[in-house]
């Protein structure tokens, strides 16, 4: 009885889990969507004007990013990332910065302080080309913008090299006014808080997956918020003001990522931000550095870096500390990072990202196939002992004290641990959600080709072959029980669960499926061996 309340326990918190993700996805009622319908009436006319403010745009073109750059401010106000796909099958490139009718994601840059130019006003910078194209044989493309004020020059220089998603950004600031000028920089994201007032992006929300801002201080290797708690913070008038020599703010979405590194010169001190707009519809995480005197006829170089991409780890580890953290594991990325790892490793040798899942989950079975055998051998050795469980229910009934107490002893005579079938399940639990959180984060599952009709890992199975198989083999294991259900209520739900978790699966991402799918078959497979071995041993522990 006791096995089954342990059994029911964990397919209930497994049950919940999968309706809480589902219920994230599709959250959004009827009444939301009839206000939402009336706020976009209402602010169509303002976007549009507010689109007309980007002023001209410079674009820079590499094998890997496409950007354009409004001449007010110098900021990226669109990115497509050219090696990434909108979706399978079509040449589209991936959207990730942009600003449209309703749904605005930009990243931003300038100089402030006493005398910087982005102080009350954002400037506008000249430019000799409109369209920067990296050619063949080049390494690396530079667009140039230009700009002056009260004496002071200032050159802003974008530069993308070839293969990579990083972005530097470079001010060069000239002092010919004759006095000393002081200004420091800074580097923001900016993002509409409601993802579903965009209607034609790459944004995509999938169950479970975090959406908000991140960054990285000489406190906190990775502290999260969501794009509600920024604009709350700048509301209650308590936004961040983080202090750090190094350091990085990003804003994150499922697969993808775009943020800002803090100025890595030695002695720079940099502080993170956040704002919001002001009536809370657009959220901002930035970092600036701490201001700089230029002293008369004397030049200063302001620099910084951006990340406009998927969420590449090895590369993004390599950009700046912590930045690859990014790739949201949850709480246990401690074990899902490792897991990552050796998916990688072994997708080196086979090429195919499919049956690296598959390799993967037979070496995560395997090694836990001791405490299984261990789980199993508890519960047989449990069941033998319930005739003389019985026995002592009927002679100390009531006495539950005295029962206790010739309980224990009968577990210390006959070397048996009643916790012996649930503790081996409870080490597994982690192993297996870290090991759903590495797929389900992986970039390199998006659009990875399996084999037959799945093509694209990322999605769902689109004939729901793999999630029927799912829950036909869940069946089989709960046939397989050692633990009899007779309890008519825990009957029904053990019949149901099958039928519930093959609808759940058939909206999840082919390559999760696939891992539960042959995890299932494992577990069969080492139910058939495991009851072999005990029933040699006499120890029957299957269903009669």
């Not at 497994?14 to 976009?40: C, G, N, V």
């Not at 110098?74 to 990115?79: L, Y």
């Amino acid at each position: 009885m006791e096995q089954q309340r342990n059994i029911l326990f964990i397919l209930f918190l497994s049950l919940t889990l999968f309706i809480y993700w589902a219920y994230e996805r599709d959250k959004i009622t009827m009444e939301q969507q009839a206000q939402l319908h009336a706020e976009r009436l209402e602010q169509m006319a303002a976007a549009e004007s507010s689109q007309s403010s980007t002023g001209k745009l410079i674009k820079i073109t590499s094998d890997t990013l496409e950007l354009s750059i409004s001449s007010i401010g110098g900021d990226v106000v669109d990115a497509k990332l050219l090696k990434v796909k909108q979706e399978q099958g079509k040449d589209d490139p991936f959207h990730l910065l942009m600003i449209e009718p309703l749904f605005t994601y930009q990243s931003q840059s300038g100089l402030i302080g006493a005398n910087g130019p982005d102080s009350k006003a954002r400037p506008t910078y000249t430019f000799n080309n409109d369209n920067v194209v990296m050619q063949e044989g080049e390494d690396s493309v530079s667009a140039v913008l230009k700009f002056t004020q009260n004496g002071v020059d200032y050159t802003k220089t974008y530069t993308l090299k070839r293969g990579s998603y990083v972005v530097d950004v470079k001010y060069d600031v000239v002092n010919n006014s004759g006095k000393n000028v002081s200004m420091a920089f800074y580097g923001q994201l900016k993002q509409t808080v409601d993802a579903t007032m965009q209607s034609n992006s790459g944004l995509f929300m999938v169950a479970g997956a975090y959406r908000g801002t991140a960054y990285s201080s000489d406190e906190t290797r990775y502290e999260k918020h969501t794009l509600e708690d920024l604009a709350d913070l700048s509301k209650e008038r308590t936004p961040l003001n983080v202090k750090t020599s190094a350091g990085w703010v990003a804003m994150i979405q499922h697969y993808f990522v775009s943020a800002w590194i803090g100025d890595t010169t030695e002695g720079v001190k940099n502080v993170i931000f956040s704002n919001a707009s002001k009536d809370g519809s657009e959220a901002i995480i930035g970092i600036r550095s701490e201001a700089t005197t230029i002293a008369p006829s004397q030049s200063h170089e302001f620099k910084s870096s951006m990340w406009i991409g998927p969420k590449s780890q090895d590369e993004m580890e390599k950009v700046a500390p912590n930045l690859d953290l990014t790739v949201d594991y949850g709480w246990l990325w401690f074990i899902s990072i490792p897991l990552f790892k050796i998916l990688e490793f072994i997708h080196g040798f086979i090429g195919n990202w499919g049956f690296a899942i598959i390799v993967l989950t037979l070496i995560v079975r395997g090694a836990l196939f001791p405490l299984t055998k261990a789980q199993y051998t508890s519960m047989a050795k449990m069941r033998l002992l319930a005739p003389k469980m019985q026995e002592l229910r009927d002679r100390y009934g009531d006495d539950r004290q005295k029962l206790g107490q010739e309980t224990m002893r009968l577990y210390k005579t006959e070397k048996v641990n009643p916790l012996g079938g649930c503790f081996p399940l409870l080490i597994q639990m982690p192993i297996f959600i870290a090991l759903y959180w590495t797929l389900m984060e992986s970039t390199e599952l998006r659009h990875a080709p399996f084999m037959l009709w799945i093509t694209d890992l990322s999605v769902h199975d689109p004939y729901f072959v793999t999630p029927i198989l799912y829950g036909i083999s869940m069946y089989f294991i709960q046939k397989m029980s050692p633990t009899p259900v007779t309890d008519p209520i825990q009957r029904k739900v053990f019949m149901a669960m099958p039928f519930i978790f093959t609808f759940m699966f058939c909206t999840f991402p082919a390559g999760l499926t696939i891992y539960w799918l042959i995890s299932n078959l494992f577990t069969i497979f080492q139910q058939v061996i495991i009851y072999r071995s005990l029933e040699k041993r006499g120890l029957h522990v299957k269903n009669q």
